[in-house]
């Protein structure tokens, strides 16, 4: 590490260009990072979700279940498996290696279940349900009418807001709930299709058969062309009721004869001739005459009010690689296209995460800029010298940069977690260049030749810095390492501590003594000497620095308790074992959480409701 602190001050002009070329790309990549609350991360879990009308709880788990669990447990990667059979539907749930994207996870269920499509019954259909974090909305929006319809509203908001929100970059999913949606309802009647040979499948097949509009080529002449479309659209629902069911002919002769069912004979006895009964023509009847058809509101599946008033609401889905901050702010700035699209409405935000992403990161900012204000201001009052404190007040932000360009390397975001780590890191980047520039300073005062000083100080530290930063790299890097969803999320933070601590090593090395030599001056005494008399001056200088050191006010403070307790281990020892073994007795005392308070003003009921049996 010497070699390098060398190298930089042989070539001052070349560490200039780097560190100027570092902190524009630091800025820039400061620029390019995503705002978001905490990292992305993906669970690699999925749901399988079949429906299967009609079946038990055996049939499911026997046809369906059963069939699609043993498939899957064939994926590479698969930790876990379980399955659960109900009257209806089976959902088999399974668990995939962190790491794994739930695109991979999607793809592989998809391409599984595709080979044994043929195995599980013909009418059902397997659903692959998969998600991350996110898949949680990062802002909703409550739009009310202001004349109450909000049923009008519903028909319009969709065909607006969906492809309007679409258009911001980041954005992935834009979902409305709170949409009173209608159904159409059918009560058979079963007499009537019983008598005419009708089932409720011939109000399907009609279905299948009708509603569509087909092009059927088209009519040239001299005057050009005419598309020629075939069939009807059923868009209302009188044209639903009037769809023609086909009834099937009446009772087969055989079937009618007096004489069928004697030992099976369809024929009469020999001698004896009956009339051959008339094949009846087939019926022309409608949905209507078989059912009584009624347009009802579906049942109702989602609720959404707003300050005590019913509203319908719109919630946006970023992208993985979307930032939380700027997709919101394009969300924002489409409401009032969406106003004026929409009329006379009331649009309220309900939830919306980037104020409070925002808020955090500008804490978390302005914790990290109090904190380097304290830490120049320590340094000042230590080394009692303003050139001093410029060189090591510049070598804090450099490192942060550098953590930057790094962040943006690795594919991290700035959140809560990457910010605390460079929080906590800038009181720790800055010890490494304060003991090189103190050591230093040190020897300047001992009228060193400046070159040969900065080089012999940072000899002498260059191997304690070194290995005090490679094991403080070595307690948190490990975090990193950490598997399962612990791991997923405190990645960010392992790495952005220990590219941080790795950056001030570097800095304090290359950069620190090239600005050493710049902003740092030797005694005015020597300018002029000779080698005799700077030799001589020399020999003087460090032994008056060094006499000045024993009466300063830190030794003086600090050598009687290092005397103290070097005259009497045994006390030390067992004061230093009371107070660790004091130090674990508290944390049973400490509160356990997953991330902890957020902070955030708004919150979150869930209520769960007993069934009422009737």
């Known amino acids: 590490m010497f070699r390098l602190a060398k190298l930089s001050v042989a070539n001052r002009s070349v560490v200039a260009l780097i560190t100027i070329i570092t902190a524009v790309f630091g800025f820039i990549s400061l620029g390019s990072l995503k705002q978001e609350l905490i990292p992305s991360f993906e669970v690699p879990q999925a749901a399988i979700v079949t429906a299967y009308p009609g079946a038990s709880p055996e049939v499911v788990d026997n046809q369906v279940s059963r069939v699609i669990e043993d498939a899957v447990r064939q994926i590479d990667g698969l930790i876990n498996s379980t399955s659960t059979s109900q009257s209806n539907i089976s959902i088999v749930r399974v668990e995939f290696e962190y790491g794994t994207t739930s695109a991979k996870v999607a793809e592989d269920l998809a391409a599984t279940l595709a080979k044994i499509k043929s195995s599980l019954p013909s009418d059902v259909e397997p659903n692959v349900l998969s998600g991350s974090f996110d898949s949680v909305p990062i802002i909703a929006l409550g739009v009310s009418a202001n004349d109450g319809n909000n049923e009008k509203l519903a028909q319009t908001l969709s ?205 978390l900012t302005t914790e990290g800029l109090l904190g380097l204000g304290f830490a120049i201001l320590i340094i000042l009052l230590f080394l009692l010298s303003f050139r001093s404190t410029i060189v090591t007040a510049i070598s804090i932000p450099t490192s942060v940069l550098i953590t930057f360009i790094g962040l943006g390397q690795f594919g991290y975001s700035l959140n809560i977690l990457t910010l605390s780590a460079l929080t906590i890191a800038i009181g720790r980047v800055v010890d490494d260049s304060i003991v090189v520039i103190e050591n230093i300073n040190r020897h300047l005062s001992y009228g060193e030749p400046k070159k040969q000083a900065i080089l012999d100080a940072v000899k002498e530290v260059a191997g304690a810095i070194t290995a005090a930063t490679i094991t403080t790299i070595a307690v948190f890097l490990p975090i990193a390492l950490v598997s399962g969803l612990i791991g997923e999320i405190f990645r960010p933070f392992a790495f952005t501590f220990a590219i941080a601590l790795a950056a001030s090593l570097l800095v304090s090395l290359t950069i620190v003594p090239v600005l050493a030599y710049w902003f740092l001056k030797n005694p005015v005494q020597l300018e002029q000497a000779s080698e005799f008399e700077m030799s001589v001056f020399a020999e003087a200088a460090r032994k008056s620095e060094e006499a000045k050191e024993r009466k300063s006010w830190l030794q003086r403070g600090y050598l009687p308790i290092l005397s103290w307790t070097q005259r009497r281990p045994v006390i030390t020892m067992i004061a230093s074992f009371l107070i660790l073994i004091f130090t674990f007795g508290l944390v049973p005392f400490l509160k356990t959480d997953f991330i902890g308070s957020s902070g955030s003003s708004g919150f979150v009921i869930n209520q769960t409701l007993s069934l009422i049996h009737i």
């Open 159 to 363: 065909d607006v807001a969906v492809p309007l929100f679409s258009q911001v970059k980041g954005v992935r999913d834009v979902n409305i709930a709170g949409v009173k949606e209608k159904r159409v309802n059918l009560e058979l009647k079963t007499d009537v299709l019983a008598a005419n040979g009708l089932s409720q499948q011939s109000i399907v097949s009609a279905l299948q058969a009708n509603g569509f509009v087909i092009p059927a080529g088209t009519i040239d002449d001299n005057q050009g062309s005419i598309s020629i479309e075939v069939g009807t659209p059923v868009v209302t629902l009188d044209d639903f009721k009037n769809l023609a069911l086909i009834s099937s002919a009446s009772p087969s002769a055989a079937a009618s004869s007096p004489f069928a069912g004697f030992g099976g004979a369809t024929q009469a006895p020999a001698g004896i001739r009956i009339p051959t009964a008339t094949p009846a023509k087939p019926t022309v009847l409608t949905v209507a005459d078989v059912a009584t058809v009624t347009l009802e509101n579906a049942p109702t599946t989602s609720i959404a009010r707003t300050n005590g008033k019913e509203a319908l609401s719109i919630s946006i889905v970023k992208t993985q690689d979307g930032n939380t901050v700027a997709v919101s702010h394009g969300v924002q700035d489409k409401i009032a296209e969406l106003k004026e699209k929409l009329g006379n409405v009331t649009i309220v935000t309900v939830f919306d995460q980037a104020p409070f992403v925002e808020k955090s990161l500008e804490n």
